[in-house]
């Protein structure tokens, strides 16, 4: 069991530039979800999937970030237009269901200059 | 607005001694979690604490949840070196399992 798999593990941006961060679940995990963490505003929920289909998206900015989830082995997080505001780690948790444990990933480290 | 909280930043304990890092969080929850993240690396959960239990142990840690309060704790005991990390706790909310809402934090040094 490799656990979350994310990818990139880094990626850095210019500003106004997209930014793709792909992140395999545990196998046979229902439930995906995406995170950031700040040094300023700490860990912070932006959305999550349910058996694929979008649940909560209540802590994504409005604005330029998208997620989806096409099949089971994988989610993806998008950034238009990215800005210097967006650098952070982005992680990528899976569970078994809502409510149980949440296996983390590493983290896509962005920066964006 | 953070709805789970640590109420220290940081704590420095010597190897071998006990500490304990406390929470608190604002809504009615159906469970608590512990979550501890090395440099590095993603969070990884130490304990999950239901809201009808009142303790829970693993191994050196134990947690405790008191929902009049809305506080819980973690206590680490024999400490070592590679507890050192920060110590998060979070919460679901009761209405709308799922998502983690966690707290800012508190870094943990274990001194040799």
């Known amino acids: 069991n490799a656990g979350v798999i994310q990818t990139p593990r880094h990626k850095v941006t210019g500003k106004g530039q997209e930014a793709t961060l792909w992140c395999e679940p545990i196998s046979g995990h229902s439930a995906v979800f995406w995170y950031r963490q700040t040094i300023v505003q700490g860990l912070e929920f932006l959305t999550y999937f349910r058996n694929q289909a979008p649940i909560d998206d209540s802590g994504m900015p409005k604005e330029r970030f998208s997620a989806q989830m096409p099949n089971q082995s994988h989610s993806t997080l998008k950034i238009q237009s990215t800005q210097p505001q967006d650098s952070a780690v982005y992680l990528c948790?899976?569970?078994?269901?809502?409510?149980?444990?949440?296996?983390f990933g590493p983290g896509t480290r962005l920066l964006v200059l | 607005s953070q709805l789970a909280e640590e109420n220290s930043w940081a704590l420095s304990v010597h190897e071998g001694e006990s500490v304990t890092v406390n929470c608190s969080y604002k809504t009615s929850i159906t469970a608590l979690q512990w979550y501890r993240q090395k440099s590095g690396k993603g969070p990884a959960q130490l304990i999950l604490?239901?809201?009808?239990?009142r303790e829970k142990r693993n191994g050196r840690l134990r947690a405790t949840l008191d929902t009049s309060s809305q506080s819980s704790s973690l206590s680490i005991t024999a400490t070592r070196c590679e507890d050192t990390a920060v110590y998060f706790c979070?919460?679901?909310?009761?209405?709308?399992?799922?998502?983690?809402?966690f707290g800012q934090g508190t870094k943990l040094s274990i001194k040799p």
């Open positions: 604490i239901r809201s009808n239990e």
């Open positions: 948790a899976s569970g078994r269901d809502r409510g149980d444990t949440q296996y």
């Open positions: 979070a919460t679901d909310e009761h209405y709308n399992q799922g998502k983690l809402i």
